[in-house]
């Protein structure tokens, strides 16, 4: 289990690595010259070079790769051009935002993913099942900020229930009360995802609903109720578990879109900004801290998965 | 009619939510392709005394901020959205099914390239795309590019996995051991066994295609704005989501029923794949 441990994060590690090298190249491939977004275009060549040697990006690329990996590792990811703060202040006022809509997010797919896709399996072939896998389908076909303009539509501008847009702080005015600013983007960026899940679910209970042991257990008499919880259930949790990983990391992709919709202060709206902002240091920042909470998460899946199923082999 | 085509048919006899899909492509090419025959105005034709008029006999979908006729567009913006899916599909089998064969028949190589699919899924998929874009401007084409390299992982993955499956058959076994070269295996048993796990593959590719375009059009970093895309008309229809809502649904409904409609091709495609190669095709799509 050790060596599987330290193999695995190693392999993590590599990779996080290799992900810092491709982000690093790939923000200096973007056509544009951030010192110019810096100083407007009346600038006089000397102010150009000037500031341009003071950012230490007048050396050759290798040597800000290792000067920028270097101050990384000293939780230092530099500053932003836009707003003149640390890139880590910006990522953390941020962070609330994203991750309590992750949670929250995360808090609906499973309430509704599992549970209806374990229905579905229970009732396998009849009108039920095909009814619930066709909704699951379809929801998986809607783009997400359609869902969310339409939630917007009915339940902010018609109904006027829930709030269209923004997130203050629950550290702030208004307390645990905010969080229903969040919860039409979270059903908006739940829908697809629990979808997946609940596919995902369903799949997973009729394989394991193939196996010896459950044929055994429905043998020996054990009531139908108890096999599908004990046997059939605990088994196709494993499989539901590990794909949470790729869920999460999805969610984070997407709520671009939906911070967008919301305008929401979160961080992959922040992305999106800094991107039509030239505003190197914090796409770096942000992209490298998602990358590695992606790698941390599915790290913490494998292994979780490899220690809840020990059938799982070391490769 | 062939027997292919007619065993291919009979699939979906079965499944006639299915059919409707398959229908639904076919119309939908249709109308692509007659866009201009179909439409009853031009899609860049504007009407400033009917500005947001809402759906009448005249304008059946109603009308935007310019008094362009909606349906119109909406007829147009098919032909973006089969560029866009055929574009991606390209793409990621162009580039995708080699890498995969080459890393499953070449573990040396192998280890390289599929460990370089794993940095690059490492990268959330639409982030990936978004800085793709950022780096090659804004165009068609490059929103082609930017999408189709998120299903370049994919795509590698499963044909590396099928490869490896396909690499341990007997017959594969038998006509390298009678000698016959790597390029001929490729040619006559892994790629000919290759094409219903990759039909799959590029059905689901093609629908996640016109969700992953819509997004980028919305946040305008898709297809140029005067393009008629249903993303773009979406991303317009924003501001006037209350006072002309129609303009939100028609090309939201366009987009929906594409990719539902791909999805359940590929679906039933899927159901009849070869159990061996289905799970690889599982829910763990990237979105």
């Given at each position: 289990m050790l060596a599987y441990v330290l193999k695995r994060t190693g392999a993590a590690i590599a990779t996080l690595v290799a992900a810092s090298i491709v982000i690093f190249i790939f923000i200096h491939l973007i056509p544009g010259d951030p010192i110019y977004v810096m100083l407007g275009d009346e600038a006089t060549p000397e102010q150009v070079e000037a500031l341009r040697t003071r950012l230490g990006l007048d050396r050759p690329l290798y040597v800000q790769y290792f000067y920028w990996a270097g101050n990384v590792l000293q939780g230092d990811l530099g500053t932003s051009i836009f707003f003149q703060e640390p890139v880590t202040v910006i990522i953390r006022d941020g962070a609330e935002t994203s991750l309590l809509l992750a949670c929250v997010t995360m808090v609906w797919i499973v309430a509704l993913g599992v549970p209806v896709g374990v229905l579905a399996a229970i009732r396998q072939g009849t009108w039920v099942d095909q009814g619930l896998s066709g909704i699951a389908m379809l929801l998986a076909s809607i783009p997400t900020f359609w869902v969310g303009l339409y939630l917007i539509l009915i339940f902010a501008a018609h109904l006027g229930w829930l709030p269209s847009s923004g997130y203050p702080s629950i550290?702030?005015?208004?307390g645990l009360s905010n969080l229903r600013y969040l919860l039409l983007p979270s059903l908006t960026l739940a829908a697809p995802n629990a979808a997946l899940i609940l596919r995902l679910t369903r799949a997973s209970m009729l394989d394991v609903a193939k196996e010896d042991y459950v044929r055994t257990a429905r043998s020996k008499g054990i009531r139908p109720y108890r096999v599908v919880v004990r046997h059939i259930l605990r088994n196709a949790l494993l499989a539901v578990v590990s794909a949470f990983g790729f869920t999460f990391a999805a969610l984070i992709s997407e709520a671009v879109v939906t911070e967008t919709v919301f305008a929401l202060p979160g961080i992959g709206r922040m992305v999106v900004q800094s991107i039509l902002r030239r505003d190197y240091p914090v796409i770096q920042g942000v992209i490298l801290v998602i990358v590695c909470l992606y790698l941390v998460i599915n790290l913490l899946v494998d292994i979780s998965y490899r220690y809840l199923d020990p059938r799982v082999d070391l490769e | 009619m062939t027997t292919k085509l007619r065993s291919f048919l009979s699939v979906f006899a079965a499944r006639p939510v299915a059919l409707l899909g398959l229908v639904y492509l076919v119309t939908i090419i249709t109308v692509a392709l007659g866009a201009d025959l179909i439409a009853p105005y031009a899609p860049e034709d504007i009407e400033p005394v009917n500005r947001l008029s809402p759906p009448s006999w005249g304008h059946w979908f109603g009308t935007d901020h310019f008094g362009r006729d909606t349906f119109s567009r909406v007829l147009h913006g098919s032909r973006l959205a089969l560029l866009i899916g055929v574009g991606v599909v390209s793409f990621a089998l162009a580039t995708g099914v080699p890498i995969g064969i080459i890393s499953a028949l070449f573990p040396r190589i192998g280890r390289v390239l599929m460990r370089m699919v794993d940095v690059m899924m490492a990268f959330p998929s639409l982030l990936l795309a978004l800085g793709l874009i950022v780096i090659l401007g804004q165009s068609v084409a490059n929103a082609i590019l930017a999408i189709g390299v998120i299903y370049l992982t994919t795509t590698a993955r499963i044909t590396y996995g099928v490869t490896l499956r396909l690499r341990e058959e007997t017959y594969v076994e038998a006509a390298r051991s009678m000698g016959a070269s790597t390029l001929w295996m490729i040619r006559k048993h892994i790629l000919p066994n290759m094409i219903s796990p990759l039909l799959v593959q590029a059905s689901f590719v093609f629908a996640f295609a016109q969700l992953g375009a819509a997004s980028l059009d919305f946040l305008g970093l898709g297809a140029p704005p005067e393009i008629p895309s249903w993303g773009n008309m979406l991303a317009e229809s924003r501001i006037y989501i209350t006072r002309a809502p129609w303009l939100l649904f028609y090309p939201g409904l366009m987009i929906v029923l594409t990719a539902f409609s791909l999805n359940l091709v590929g679906d039933v495609l899927r159901d009849r794949l070869d159990p061996r190669f289905r799970e690889m095709l599982g829910n763990r799509q990237r979105r």
């Open positions: 550290f702030e005015d208004g | -």
